[in-house]
């Protein structure tokens, strides 16, 4: 029979093993990829192994030229996978020559969302260094002056997130989500979902990107109360990107279809698309996992199209004092 203190010092060996273990578990992986296809890649991200998938595009070989990185951020309980699927940025219908990458979340969730804890914006930063720097397929293949994100749902609020970031919106050139829940800090028992307020600290002008249904029951576009915070209402959204940007309040509505319109500030450096029709969906004019559901349809436009034009619109670039600044393509 053993002593207390043997069992203490027994239990604690234990311990520390079952942490070393752990530790030695995460993996930063770093083998070679070949072109038109799409893999599952880890990173330690402190000692915490995340993973995301990694798309090339199949002229990657053929042209030494740098490429645009795209970040596709995928919903709450999807995975990067699932978004790879819906968002169909791999397919040379929407992209022959970008890199994208696709993160998982902890939990299937993002920083930003009600009770979530991890710091996605550090898996972030630490992704795009590796990517640019590093891994052996990608390292000095990307066009540091393109690097994009979008997201759905939870993912396209992150996305929100990484525009107000001070360090993230001085490394991406332009966002853009779908059906996204920017989610607040301010309490459910105070929301005003057209007035709330929405912190932010981008340390630049931002181009930003937004699709929303009327007949999305999962994140309102009219906003309000969810998981005990506060969403704002869409234009209400909108139109703080537009004054962040210095542009008026007042938006210019236009008509894509019967049920589209699309409102646009400034030059269009902040546009929102609304589909009165759609429901809690990436909008697509062929069937996927999200119009796929009982009660939904597919949409008279692709959000896929529009996005990719949108990003060719923008690059990061300097002015004569340094501080990073967006460069509209003319």
């Avoid at 027994?10 to 070393?20: D, E, K, M, Q």
């Avoid at 690097?147 to 332009?174: D, R």
């Avoid at 529009?306 to 003319?330: A, C, H, N, P, Q």
Wanted: hydrophobic share 30%; proline share 5%; aromatic share 8%.
């Amino acid at each position: 029979m053993c002593s207390p203190l043997l069992g203490n010092l027994l239990a604690l060996g234990l311990l520390l093993s079952a942490h070393v273990a752990g530790a030695a578990k995460c993996q930063t992986s770093n083998f070679p990829q070949e072109p038109g296809t799409a893999k599952n890649q880890t990173i330690c991200v402190g000692k915490t192994e995340r993973s995301y998938v990694l798309f090339l595009p199949a002229n990657y070989k053929s042209s030494p030229t740098p490429r645009s990185l795209i970040l596709s951020y995928h919903a709450r309980s999807r995975t990067a996978t699932s978004q790879l699927k819906l968002d169909l940025l791999t397919t040379p219908f929407f992209n022959n020559d970008n890199i994208i990458v696709y993160p998982q979340g902890i939990e299937n969730m993002w920083q930003g969302a009600p009770g979530v804890k991890t710091n996605d914006i550090l898996f972030t930063t630490t992704l795009l260094k590796h990517l640019s720097t590093t891994h052996t397929s990608t390292a000095h293949r990307i066009d540091s002056t393109k690097i994009y994100a979008t997201g759905k749902s939870q993912g396209g609020g992150f996305v929100g997130q990484l525009a107000c970031h001070p360090t993230t919106s001085s490394l991406i050139a332009a966002f853009a989500a779908v059906s996204g829940a920017f989610y607040t800090t301010t309490p459910a028992d105070d929301c005003d979902a057209d007035t709330v307020s929405i912190s932010c600290k981008a340390s630049r002008l931002i181009p930003f990107l937004e699709f929303h249904g009327g007949k999305d029951d999962t994140i309102s576009y009219e906003g309000g109360e969810r998981r005990n915070a506060c969403l704002p209402s869409i234009p209400h959204y909108l139109r703080s990107w537009a004054e962040r940007d210095d542009f008026t309040p007042q938006n210019v509505t236009s008509r894509l279809s019967r049920d589209v319109q699309v409102h646009t500030f400034g030059n269009g450096m902040v546009t929102g698309y609304y589909d009165r029709t759609l429901g809690h969906d990436w909008p697509s004019t062929k069937k996927n996992s999200d119009n796929g559901r009982e009660g939904h349809g597919v949409a008279s436009f692709n959000a896929s199209s529009i996005i990719m034009e949108f990003f060719g619109r923008y690059t990061l670039g300097s002015d004569s004092g340094g501080s990073r600044k967006v460069r509209e393509e003319l």
